[in-house]
């Protein structure tokens, strides 16, 4: 198992659904930044993200809070995909 190649499949799973909740008609942008990858099994992975207020540009928005999210992964026969999510909102 290559960690580089696992760590950037997790990286594009957590940015697909970055963009599929980017693509919503609420009108709220988020920047998505994974922080860091835990594999607890070659198939498994908990990614911990930060989430921050963006246009829809991608410029970052100053609001007093953010979200802070853990994604679970599983490797499928195409890649990697998003079993579960949990986010937390936090004050600036």
């Known amino acids: 198992m290559d ?3 696992d760590r950037a ?3 594009r799973a ?6 599929a909740f980017n693509a919503s008609d609420n009108g709220q942008f988020a920047r998505y930044e994974v922080t860091g990858v ?4 070659p ?16 410029e970052p928005l100053e609001i007093d809070h953010s979200m802070r ?3 679970v992964l599983g490797r499928t ?3 990697w995909e998003v079993l579960a999510r949990e ?3 936090v004050a600036k």
Not at 38 to 41: A, D, G, L
């Open 77 to 79: 026969g195409v890649g």
């Open 38 to 41: 835990w594999f607890p099994e």
């Open 87 to 89: 986010d937390r909102i």
């Open 14 to 19: 957590v940015a697909g659904a970055r963009d």
């Open 43 to 58: 198939e498994l992975a908990f990614a911990h993200v930060a989430v921050d207020a963006a246009t829809a540009d991608g």
């Open 69 to 71: 999210s853990v994604f």
């Open 3 to 5: 960690g580089d190649e």
């Open 9 to 11: 499949g997790v990286e």
